[in-house]
């Protein structure tokens, strides 16, 4: 890192909640937000938005006729990106860049257009221009009414820390002083729940306790299910005041394909990740890691040999939100960085219920976050206080 970048306002909408002080406190609570939906006349577990954020996004909709043509992954993200302006204190007259992911993009409306054309051999005025992933970023530029650049892109679920690095790297350049970043995901549709399933990945219908496994090392089955949501960050060049938490370091990897989905045994991406953003600190100076773990066999296992290649013998505590929120693919791990920003905030590791901590940090000083992607393109950012305990 050239110099250290703030994060100055995060915000989010998802399963827990939209509001800081709300999403806090049920990650203080040990009860998951999975409910059991019918896909297909299959009893499906999904992790939804409340019916309180619905009515929200519902409300954006009718605030402009434009809007009511937008898929709810834009909605999510003009939502999501008005609060984290607000909690950065960000200006109208302020213009920023804007680089907001998506693995799946508009994929309601993708699947609604695409079987209108099955039946009529036509396709809608608007479906083009709806469904392609840059709308989500220009839409919320449209609504924040800034000036910046403005990127969409999709590297799967890596995508949301991917437009972290690439925000960091603007302002380094000296291209930008400000960047807003995030990933926004509304993938809970009858297509996209039928290919998780046909991957064999997704979690069977399984009424237990904590029906997704995740960090449970001995686990025989995946347990991974699909969320919903969107995140955003407000990044700013050097050490501010209202800074949130500090990013420390960046550090991205990728591996050679040997499977359309999975990574390697030790998952070498995640380590060459993982000690690019460490650079020269010490690896008993990171107190925690938020681990991408999405809940099945191979991937949780695979990050856990990489962090104990990378760690040895000092071992962060280590947790992760996907057993409680899903995995929101390109979302993911902007909604992971959040929760770090949050126990640095608050000073408290919030556990993985059903997994044995075996210590809990009494100070949170430096915390990663890791996600990866099919393809093993994996990024761990080092998150630190920016007020030192």
């Not at 059991?36 to 019916?51: C, K, R, V």
């Not at 949501?229 to 550090?251: D, F, P, R, W, Y």
């Not at 505590?317 to 390109?330: D, E, R, S, V, Y």
Request: proline share 4%; glycine share 8%; charged share 20%.
């Amino acid at each position: 890192m050239q110099q250290a970048i703030s994060i100055t306002g995060i915000s989010s909408i998802s399963p827990l909640g939209i509001s800081s002080e709300e999403i806090w406190k049920r990650y203080k609570d040990a009860s998951h937000c999975i409910s059991f939906e019918d896909f297909e006349g299959a009893q499906t577990p999904i992790a939804l938005l409340s019916t309180e954020a619905r009515q929200i996004i519902e409300e954006v909709r009718k605030e402009n006729l434009h809007y009511e043509a937008l898929d709810d992954s834009v909605l999510y993200g003009i939502f999501a990106a008005r609060q984290a302006i607000k909690s950065a204190r960000w200006n109208s007259n302020r213009d920023f860049g804007i680089n907001i992911g998506s693995s799946r993009g508009a994929t309601r409306l993708f699947e609604k257009y695409h079987q209108e054309f099955l039946k009529t051999g036509k396709s809608s005025t608007l479906s083009s221009p709806t469904t392609t992933l840059g709308n989500i970023s220009s839409w919320v530029a449209h609504d924040l009414q800034t000036s910046g650049p403005e990127i969409t892109h999709s590297i799967t679920c890596s995508t949301a820390l991917h437009a972290v690095l690439n925000g960091v790297a603007w302002i380094q350049s000296g291209l930008a002083d400000t960047f807003l970043v995030g990933g926004s995901e509304a993938s809970l549709t009858p297509f996209t729940i039928a290919q998780m399933k046909a991957l064999k990945i997704y979690a069977s219908n399984n009424r237990s306790a904590y029906p997704c496994q995740a960090m449970n090392w001995d686990k025989n089955r995946n347990s991974m299910f699909l969320g919903e949501g969107a995140a955003m960050a407000c990044l700013e060049k050097g050490s501010k005041e209202n800074a949130i938490a500090l990013i420390k370091g960046i550090g991205y990897a990728t591996e050679p394909l040997k499977h359309n989905i999975s990574i390697s045994t030790d998952a070498d991406c995640f380590q060459k990740s993982m000690k690019m953003a460490l650079g020269k600190t010490p690896v008993k100076q990171v107190d925690a890691i938020v681990m991408h773990a999405p809940g099945t066999v191979k991937g949780d296992l695979a990050e856990y040999n990489a962090i104990k290649a990378t760690f040895t013998d000092t071992l962060p505590a280590l947790t992760t939100n996907k057993w409680k929120i899903g995995h929101t693919f390109g979302a993911s791990g902007i909604l992971s960085l959040e929760l770090a920003a949050l126990m640095l905030q608050h000073q408290e590791f919030i556990p993985v219920p059903f997994v044995a901590h075996e210590t809990i940090p009494e100070k949170l000083n430096s915390i990663m976050v890791n996600a990866v992607g099919f393809g093993g393109n994996a990024v761990s950012i080092l998150l630190e206080n920016p007020v030192k305990n």
